[in-house]
């Protein structure tokens, strides 16, 4: 936890720098009263902001790692597809993929004609 010291003379301000980082906005606190007044406000306000960075330190080392993503059947199926005339499907729907799908180049071969072009034939 960091700790924060700051003085604020009777009649003035001080803005903390925190908009953007874990509040909305900066705060500021002005002097009304005696300096032990300030000083005691401004204390609480550096208390509440080092355990909204403590909490929120913990909450990035949880956050880090897998994450769990319930209760999904695992996709037991091809993760290789090689394109056809007629329509195919994986039957992924609803099921948690471990890689990514491949879908192959389209099969074809490729031969010079007689008459200077190339014959394409595609299986």
């Not at 900066?26 to 000083?39: A, C």
Request: hydrophobic letters at 30%.
């Amino acid at each position: 936890m960091s700790e924060h010291n700051i003085t604020v003379d009777g009649g003035s301000s001080v803005r903390l720098k925190t908009a953007g980082k874990y509040c909305d906005r900066d705060i500021v606190v002005t002097s009304t009263g005696g300096k032990e007044d300030v000083t005691e406000e401004i204390n609480d306000y550096t208390a509440k902001l080092a355990t909204l960075e403590g909490a929120i330190g913990e909450l990035e080392a949880e956050l880090e790692g897998k994450a769990s993503v319930g209760e999904y059947e695992v996709y037991e199926g091809s993760y290789k597809v090689t394109p056809s005339v007629s329509s195919q499907s994986l039957g992924t729907a609803n099921k948690l993929m471990q890689s990514d799908v491949l879908v192959e180049g389209i099969p074809y071969a490729e031969v010079t004609n007689n008459f200077g072009g190339k014959t394409v034939t595609i299986a």
